[in-house]
């Protein structure tokens, strides 16, 4: 049986869409969830982030407006638009271009227990953070970051490691 207090707590403002979220979690207001899961003890804290297409560790610590694989326009059409996909809002066709949102899906972030993002951080589609890493506050990653790196900057570049080797 659950300890008392052990289902997540979701703000009302939040919308979580197809995804897992674990046990003793938090989600403040105005954060998106899609298709990702959030896995025990992990935090989106404040407000206004996004979190799509993503796998979040175990006691991560995720500030407000964080942006987790905000998305990527294809660069390889007629348009930067998204009517070339998003085809049935514009009256262009009964479909939608499924292949571009499976080829966003593809594109996962995967993120290692107790992590902690900054304010306003970007993590771009496809990249891995290594367990207990840490990304500075305003960083747009896209590169993978190794286990118990600190990343910071535009784009992110490695600062130091929390803990010498042969901690």
Not at 102 to 129: L, P, Q, S
Request: aromatic share 8%; proline share 5%; hydrophobic share 40%.
């Amino acid at each position: 049986m659950d300890a008392p207090g052990s289902a997540p707590q979701i703000d009302l403002r939040a919308v979580i869409k197809d995804s897992a979220i674990g046990l003793y979690t938090d989600i403040g207001p105005n954060w998106t969830v899609i298709e990702s899961s959030l896995a025990d003890y992990s935090y989106l804290a404040g407000s206004d982030g996004t979190v799509i297409y993503a796998d979040i560790g175990k006691f991560c610590s995720i500030a407000s407006h964080v942006a987790i694989n905000p998305g990527d326009h294809p660069t390889d059409r007629v348009t930067q638009h998204h009517c070339t996909y998003r085809r049935r809002r514009y009256g262009f066709s009964d479909t939608d271009d499924e292949t571009l949102f499976d080829w966003r899906r593809r594109r996962r972030c995967r993120i290692g227990h107790d992590v902690w993002i900054g304010t306003a951080a970007k993590v771009m589609a496809g990249v891995e953070i290594g367990i207990g890493a840490v990304i500075g506050a305003g960083a747009v990653v896209t590169r993978d970051v190794a286990p118990y790196q600190v990343v910071a900057g535009v784009p992110a570049r490695p600062l130091h490691m929390r803990f010498k080797p042969d901690v």
